[in-house]
């Protein structure tokens, strides 16, 4: 019985994690980011972001995103990106626990920059 207890919660575990680093879809990303009240948050290092970014993106790093993260309950929507994804998962469950209800994991920003680029073309 205890095993079984023990094997539920680490599959529920493991399903809730999975959940929480799930990205956000192409279309959505494409619509919000063109939307006025949206900022893309990348939480890469200053090193990484310095390397490349997305031009319209501010940059915080995951390590004091808690420092900053009440200067941006102005915006209506957040797009946290990263290098892969798993930073900017973190940092969407530390938006939620802020309150932030429009929070939306763009994953790598190579990823959420090609969707961007794209849309300029159309």
């Not at 680490?10 to 900022?39: E, H, M, P, Y």
């Not at 990484?48 to 309950?73: A, C, M, R, W």
């Not at 929507?77 to 798993?86: A, L, M």
Request: charged share 25%; proline share 1%.
């Amino acid at each position: 019985m205890k095993l079984s207890y023990f094997l539920f919660t680490i599959i529920l575990s493991l399903v809730s994690l999975s959940i929480d680093a799930q990205i956000a879809d192409t279309d959505t990303l494409r619509s919000l980011a063109a939307r006025k009240g949206t900022v893309i948050v990348d939480v890469r290092t200053v090193e990484e972001y310095d390397e490349g970014h997305i031009g319209s993106s501010i940059n915080i790093p995951l390590q004091i995103l808690g420092d900053s993260i009440e200067s941006l309950k102005h915006y209506e929507k957040v797009i946290v990106i990263c290098r892969s994804g798993r930073r900017s998962a973190k940092a969407k469950a530390e938006f939620e626990e802020a309150g932030f209800t429009n929070v939306y994991n763009g994953g790598g920003w190579e990823h959420l920059k090609a969707i961007l680029e794209a849309r300029e073309e159309e």
